[in-house]
Nanobody
Framework: VQLVESGGGLVQPGGSLRLSCAASGFTVSSYAMSWYRQAPGKERELVASMASAGGNTNYADSVKGRFTISRDNAKNTVLLQMNSLKPEDTAVYYC???????????????WGQGTQVTVSS
């Protein structure tokens, strides 16, 4: 399993970015997928998640109405569209999936390497 994020960068307040998480070793449509972020000096926090079946989504209150998580099944990729960005959105953004370990009651969590998003004028 490998997750590779891209799409981060420097953007002015009010701007938009679209992050991509390219997955390999599994099919993104079969598992719940999430985006987390970690700002300097702060704990990593959940930003958005999408269930496997049905694609139900969940967002942190701080990003509701501005961020959208989605899948591109043809590219086996998870996307995070971020609009109306604010300086407080500045963080390293990580893609995440948790998958069961076959034959056990355990699961394993996978993370990408992260992509930096900086919102500043």
């Amino acid at each position: 399993v490998q997750l590779v994020e891209s799409g981060g960068g420097l953007v002015q307040p009010g701007g938009s970015l679209r992050l991509s998480c390219a997955a390999s070793g599994f099919t993104v449509s079969s598992y719940a997928m999430s985006w987390y972020r970690q700002a300097p000096g702060k704990e990593r926090e959940l930003v958005a998640s999408m269930a496997s079946a049905g694609g139900n989504t969940n967002y942190a209150d701080s990003v509701k109405g501005r961020f959208t998580i989605s899948r591109d099944n043809a590219k086996n990729t998870v996307l995070l569209q971020m609009n109306s960005l604010k300086p407080e959105d500045t963080a390293v953004y990580y893609c995440n999936t948790r998958q069961p370990i076959i034959g056990t009651m355990l699961s394993r969590t996978y993370w990408g390497q992260g992509t930096q998003v900086t919102v500043s004028s």
